[in-house]
């Protein structure tokens, strides 16, 4: 045998080692590149998603194909690629409505990213970002806004310095006066 796990011929040249024969010690085979204990190798060798790390929140997916009717709630971050209809209501989480998520819903998160469409109005606590492919229509609350440009917005903005007033108490939104009927007023 040669230095690099190769076989020596009998006319003293070396042949390289079957691939199955110059692996480390411990490396999965068929899983070139990745290392044994990777996220990618466990989730792939054993059919199972990896431990997740300490401090890591868990985070569900509802998948494209995926329709929900009803009420929806949890304490985890969500992330939406099918349909959903009802009420989402996830305080203490993120929600992110992903490019092919269809929410019509009444929406109430800690943090909500819009890059799909929701139509209904949406309450975050901390943050709202609605991304440049994403579509909202209906009235938005929370104490942080970020529009992209080419994103579409249809409905009210309420932002306030302090946390947004919880749903139970809030009023519903008074549509504001268009500049034609202020004018007429004034």
């Known amino acids: 045998m040669s230095l690099f796990g190769g076989r020596q011929r009998e006319d003293g040249t070396s042949q390289p080692a079957p691939p199955e024969q110059s692996g480390k010690v411990g490396e999965v085979k068929g899983d070139a590149g990745r290392s044994p204990t990777s996220p990618e190798t466990l989730a792939t060798s054993s059919g199972k998603k990896p431990p997740q790390a300490e401090g890591e929140e868990s985070m569900a997916n509802i998948g494209k194909s995926i329709t929900i009717k009803g009420d929806l709630s949890g304490n985890e971050d969500l992330v939406i690629e099918g349909k959903v209809e009802g009420k989402i209501d996830l305080p203490s989480n993120r929600l992110t409505i992903g490019a092919g998520g269809q929410v019509h819903a009444q929406v109430h998160a800690k943090s909500v990213v819009v890059i799909g ?70």
Do not use: W, Y
């Open 117 to 186: 469409r929701v139509t209904g109005n949406v309450s975050a606590t901390e943050r709202l970002e609605i991304q440049a492919s994403g579509v909202v229509e209906g009235d938005v609350r929370a104490p942080r806004l970020v529009v992209q440009e080419g994103a579409v917005l249809n409905g009210g903005i309420e932002m306030s310095n302090k946390e947004a007033t919880p749903r139970a108490t809030a009023a519903p939104f008074a549509p504001s006066p268009t500049v034609s009927e202020a004018r007429k007023a004034g």
